[in-house]
């Protein structure tokens, strides 16, 4: 975890990614502590006061990413390769597996076909709900 501290000043900057490949809710997060700490080397009577901010995007990870050839699916006869962004900190880059971006593009496949085959109705063309005489109908 790359860390910034001022030697004469009690304030600590800190910064990490959070990598859980088993939950993608958890993974490719970046976060950042800008942290108040007195007693910097006393063990456990250090005290701090931190403000804690996270930052993820992977809809930047899939535009961005370059594809990576250790991992790929196929799905529907497609090969889809996972997505992957080096990060500030080495060894743990920012990452989509392959089954994500294939489902995700399977998913945008179905929308657009679905899109496709909806039928449009002008609203001009719409049936409406009075009767000819163009007064609404009352029960």
């Not at 993974?27 to 804690?52: C, M, P, Q, Y």
């Not at 497609?78 to 971006?101: C, D, H, M, N, W």
Request: with cysteine.
């Amino acid at each position: 975890m790359p860390q910034i501290s001022l030697p004469l000043v009690p304030i600590e900057l800190r910064w990490y990614n959070i990598l859980d490949s088993d939950d993608s809710e958890k993974s490719n997060w970046t976060e950042a502590t800008l942290a108040f700490v007195t007693g910097r080397k006393d063990g456990i009577a250090v005290r701090e006061t931190a403000f804690k901010v996270g930052f993820k995007s992977d809809h930047a990870i899939e535009m961005f990413g370059e594809d990576d050839p250790s991992e790929s699916v196929e799905i529907n006869g497609v090969t889809y390769f996972a997505k992957i962004v080096q990060s500030p900190e080495e060894g743990k880059p920012y990452r989509l597996s392959a089954l994500q971006v294939g489902m995700r593009a399977c998913q945008l496949k179905q929308l657009q076909d679905a899109r496709k085959q909806a039928k449009v109705i002008n609203i001009t063309d719409a049936p409406s709900k009075s009767d000819d005489s163009g007064e609404a109908q009352t029960a």
